[in-house]
């Protein structure tokens, strides 16, 4: 099978009870964000500008489990913000299992491995000593790590645990020097691989999210892909990047950029992904392929906001996870206070001039599994696609140069701490390398300086600090 299968009839028993019951709006997958503090600034996130007067503030546990009931969602997705920065993020991934969810958590990578480390110390036992040594032999874990976690974990906390109820959803936008552009900081790709790569030799669940965006190179997604496939993760999440508010905010007062030049309309969407059919044969791709023929420019969808409804320190945010009209106490509330019918697109028309380029999973993959827009055929095809075999991993990935920036010292920032450091501020750029998009990464790597520049400014500040 393509996914669990109880996962997948789980899912299916949901679906199948509102529908018998006629209920006309119902929660598919919780996003839960418990804060919205985060160690990166990712280009194109609005969450930490949106939410900048409150970064501080959390969700109690009480109020995130309880959430997670009030909905009755049968996936949590637990994001942010960071939330393995969140101080009892153990006990809430603990909390949404004891209430038989399916549980992703949905990180930066940058403390996974450390949460990993956690886990083996709290089980640690003489029996585990070939699997430190494999982590050492790897460099996964120091020497400092393994003497640690034979000493064992005595804090009477719970930590994250292998289970086929919770997966690792561990965001990826690129190769590294793409990805890394896009994080804001460098080294962040290499320890989002070797947290992926030790997650998977202790037996855990791990699938990659990623965002495409109007310089995302096709040809390096897909070689991502066979990347991440040669690693054994279990399945990708992708969706195009949407220019809401908060984010088109922040590129132009903090980066200065046009929202135009960096985000989809609907037409460079289906462009970009006129080869998710064919991925979704090579690789595990999540989502239905009624979504997928969505995304393809095949057919129409209806925006299901209401299904990935959101859940913060605010409240209900509505209408959805990128839109914010207001925040709501109780999910019914949202549910029967907002006029449903004033969003999305319907036959190619945007009732709210929002939501005109947005095609983005969190509102639309769910409209493929409840049959909104139905064609002959779609209930097959989506049980097809769930009860086909799992592609095999694609080993040969791992010959792809992944590795193309900050570990071969060609990272973004390479350029303007050698202009610091040795004088140069004449060499090449790194974002001028004569239209050979393979040799730093793909399109992040067009010729445009200014962010080279700021760059460069931002150094040169640092240095007189």
């Not at 508010?245 to 007062?253: L, P, R």
């Not at 040795?422 to 399109?443: E, M, R, T, V, Y």
Request: net charge positive; proline share 4%; hydrophobic share 35%.
């Amino acid at each position: 099978m393509r996914f669990p299968l109880a996962l997948t009839v789980k899912i299916a028993r949901h679906i199948i009870k509102h529908t018998l019951r006629r209920t006309p709006r119902f929660a598919l997958v919780l996003q839960l964000e418990p804060l919205h503090t985060c160690n990166l600034t990712c280009t194109g996130c609005g969450r930490i500008r949106e939410y900048s007067t409150s970064l501080k503030d959390m969700m109690s546990l009480e109020d995130c489990l309880a959430s997670a009931q009030e909905c009755g969602a049968p996936m949590v997705s637990v994001c942010g913000g960071e939330p393995l920065i969140y101080p009892k993020i153990e006990e809430l991934v603990a909390g949404l299992l004891a209430q038989q969810r399916i549980v992703y958590i949905c990180t930066n990578g940058m403390f996974m491995r450390k949460k990993l480390k956690e886990h083996l110390a709290d089980t640690y036992s003489p029996a585990q000593e070939p699997t430190l040594a494999r982590l050492l032999a790897e460099k996964l874990i120091s020497e400092k790590d393994a003497e640690i976690i034979r000493k064992g974990k005595h804090d009477g906390r719970p930590t994250i645990k292998p289970s086929k109820w919770l997966y690792w959803n561990v965001h990826i936008d690129g190769l590294e020097y793409t990805h890394d552009l896009i994080v804001e900081r460098e080294g962040v790709f290499k320890e989002c691989v070797e947290a992926v790569r030790m997650a998977k030799l202790l037996g855990y669940q791990v699938a990659t999210n990623t965002t495409v965006y109007k310089e995302s190179d096709v040809k390096e997604i897909e070689q991502m892909f066979e990347f991440f496939s040669s690693l054994g993760v279990d399945g990708h999440t992708i969706s195009p990047g949407y220019d809401y508010d908060a984010a088109k905010k922040d590129m132009v007062k903090r980066l200065g950029r046009q929202p135009e030049d960096f985000f989809l309309t609907r037409a460079m969407t289906i462009q970009k992904f006129a080869k998710i059919q064919e991925w979704a044969e090579r690789f595990t791709i999540f989502g239905t392929p009624v979504y997928q023929e969505f995304l393809a420019g095949k057919r129409e969808l209806t925006c299901t906001a209401w299904a990935i409804p959101t859940r913060n320190v605010r409240g209900w945010k509505a209408p959805c996870y990128l839109m914010t009209d207001g925040h709501y106490e109780r999910y019914q509330e949202m549910l029967d206070k907002v006029d449903w019918n004033k969003y999305g697109v319907v036959n190619g028309i945007a009732r709210d001039h929002r939501c005109e380029n947005c095609m983005v999973h969190c509102g639309y993959d769910p409209s493929g599994a409840l049959g909104t827009n139905y064609q002959r055929g779609d209930t097959w095809k989506n049980i097809r696609y769930n009860f086909a075999a799992r592609p095999k991993p694609y080993t040969a990935g791992r010959q792809v140069k992944a590795f193309n920036g900050f570990s071969i010292g060609k990272g973004h920032l390479a350029e303007a701490n050698a202009a610091i450091n040795a004088d140069l501020a004449g060499a090449k750029s790194a974002f001028q390398n004569n239209g050979n998009k393979g040799d730093s990464g793909g399109a992040c790597s067009g010729g445009d300086t200014s962010q080279r520049d700021d760059l460069l400014v931002k150094v040169r500040a640092a240095k007189k600090a």
